[in-house]
Protein backbone atom coordinates (compact mmCIF):
# COMPACT_ATOMS: atom_id res chain seq x y z
CA UNK A 1 0.00 0.00 0.00
CA UNK A 2 2.65 2.38 1.11
CA UNK A 3 5.06 1.14 -2.14
CA UNK A 4 1.74 2.29 -4.34
CA UNK A 5 1.30 5.66 -2.58
CA UNK A 6 5.05 6.50 -3.43
CA UNK A 7 4.77 5.25 -6.98
CA UNK A 8 1.22 7.25 -7.60
CA UNK A 9 3.36 10.03 -5.99
CA UNK A 10 6.04 9.59 -8.36
CA UNK A 11 4.30 9.05 -11.76
CA UNK A 12 2.04 12.61 -10.73
CA UNK A 13 5.06 14.56 -10.36
CA UNK A 14 6.67 13.16 -13.43
CA UNK A 15 3.20 13.52 -15.75
CA UNK A 16 2.54 16.85 -14.22
CA UNK A 17 4.75 20.07 -15.94
CA UNK A 18 5.17 23.02 -14.20
CA UNK A 19 1.65 24.73 -15.39
CA UNK A 20 0.03 21.36 -14.68
CA UNK A 21 1.89 20.93 -11.31
CA UNK A 22 -1.22 22.36 -9.48
CA UNK A 23 -4.31 21.18 -11.55
CA UNK A 24 -4.58 17.50 -10.36
CA UNK A 25 -7.76 16.23 -11.45
CA UNK A 26 -10.13 15.94 -8.76
CA UNK A 27 -10.90 12.02 -8.16
CA UNK A 28 -7.16 11.40 -8.36
CA UNK A 29 -6.45 14.57 -5.73
CA UNK A 30 -9.28 13.41 -3.51
CA UNK A 31 -8.28 9.97 -3.55
CA UNK A 32 -4.73 10.78 -2.51
CA UNK A 33 -6.23 12.96 0.50
CA UNK A 34 -8.49 9.71 1.34
CA UNK A 35 -5.31 7.77 1.12
CA UNK A 36 -2.79 10.40 3.20
CA UNK A 37 -6.22 9.87 6.12
CA UNK A 38 -6.27 5.92 6.45
CA UNK A 39 -2.65 6.09 6.59
CA UNK A 40 -3.04 8.20 9.99
CA UNK A 41 -1.36 11.33 7.98
CA UNK A 42 -4.12 13.46 8.97
CA UNK A 43 -2.29 17.14 8.61
CA UNK A 44 -1.43 16.00 5.05
CA UNK A 45 -4.67 14.96 4.30
CA UNK A 46 -6.20 17.78 6.03
CA UNK A 47 -3.80 19.56 3.46
CA UNK A 48 -4.86 17.49 0.28
CA UNK A 49 -8.66 17.97 1.18
CA UNK A 50 -8.44 21.87 0.92
CA UNK A 51 -6.51 21.80 -2.37
CA UNK A 52 -9.36 19.71 -3.78
CA UNK A 53 -12.21 21.93 -2.45
CA UNK A 54 -9.84 24.83 -3.64
CA UNK A 55 -9.50 23.45 -7.10
CA UNK A 56 -13.37 22.20 -7.07
CA UNK A 57 -14.59 25.81 -6.42
CA UNK A 58 -12.02 27.27 -8.97
CA UNK A 59 -13.79 24.78 -11.58
CA UNK A 60 -16.84 26.09 -10.55
Not at 16 to 22: E, F, I, L, V, Y
Amino acid sequence: MRLSLILLCFLLLLGSGPSRAQTVPGETALSFADSLFDEGDYYRAITEYKRFIHHRNAAA
